[in-house]
């Protein structure tokens, strides 16, 4: 199994701009996670689905951030417009389900300037 | 507190005992983890313990957990430079969100 796997690995935009990442995660993983790291903020949980249905979005910061999970395939996050503040290494995860051990992606490295 | 408390820092000699503190915040949280995060590389689970344990070894790591004080430690015997990683501790409170803390950064010295 390749793991979860997250595009692209890195991301330099220019501040206003659309910023759309993109998640596989492993198969047969029912639930899929999206985090943002940062320095200050360590890793905030952002939202999460289970069997393709959001469950918790209140982690997301903001409007401009949304997340859909078309099929139990493939997850995107969307950042509209973006914002130098947005600049984050983004993290997918998956689970079997639930609390079970998390498999995480590499991570987006996002840079806004 | 509301945050899973974490050092930032630790130096640690290459063959030194490594011995990392977390601080949860949910009692009520019935598993914790310890995941590993590597240069570049998103977090790997190392070891988790179940709350109605008070100790779990695993090869060259231990886990010590205190539910009174809801604190968490991880141990790593022989340290070795392939150790080098940010640990990261996380609890499962009954909302059934995972919480991290903010990581401690692992430096060997030789």
């Known amino acids: 199994d390749a793991g979860v796997i997250q595009s692209p690995r890195h991301e330099v935009t220019e501040m206003g701009q659309e910023v759309t990442l993109r998640c596989k995660p492993i198969s047969g993983h029912n639930s899929l996670f999206w985090y943002r790291q940062t320095m200050m903020r360590g890793l905030e949980l952002l939202i999460y689905f289970n069997n393709n249905v959001p469950i918790d979005d209140s982690g997301m910061p903001e409007d401009r951030f949304s997340a859909k999970m078309p099929n139990a395939s493939f997850s995107t996050l969307k950042i509209q417009p973006s914002e130098p503040r947005d600049s984050a290494v983004y993290f997918c995860?998956?689970?079997?389900?639930?609390?079970?051990?998390?498999?995480f992606g590499p991570g987006t490295r996002l840079t806004v300037t | 507190g509301e945050d899973v408390e974490q050092s930032l820092f630790l130096s640690v000699r290459e063959g030194d005992s490594s011995v990392i503190n977390c601080t949860y915040t949910?009692?009520?949280?019935?598993?914790l983890y310890w995941y590993k995060q590597e240069p570049g590389a998103g977090l790997q689970l190392l070891t988790y313990?179940?709350?109605?344990?008070d100790m779990k070894q695993d090869q060259r790591l231990t886990v010590l957990l205190n539910k009174k004080d809801k604190h968490l430690s991880l141990r790593i015997a022989d340290t070795q430079t392939g150790d080098s990683a940010i640990y990261f501790c996380a609890e499962t409170p009954p909302d059934d969100k995972i919480i991290f803390g903010k990581g401690t950064r692992l430096h060997i010295l030789p």
């Open positions: 949910d009692s009520s949280s019935t598993y």
């Open positions: 995860a998956s689970t079997e389900g639930g609390i079970d051990e998390q498999y």
């Open positions: 313990i179940f709350s109605n344990m």
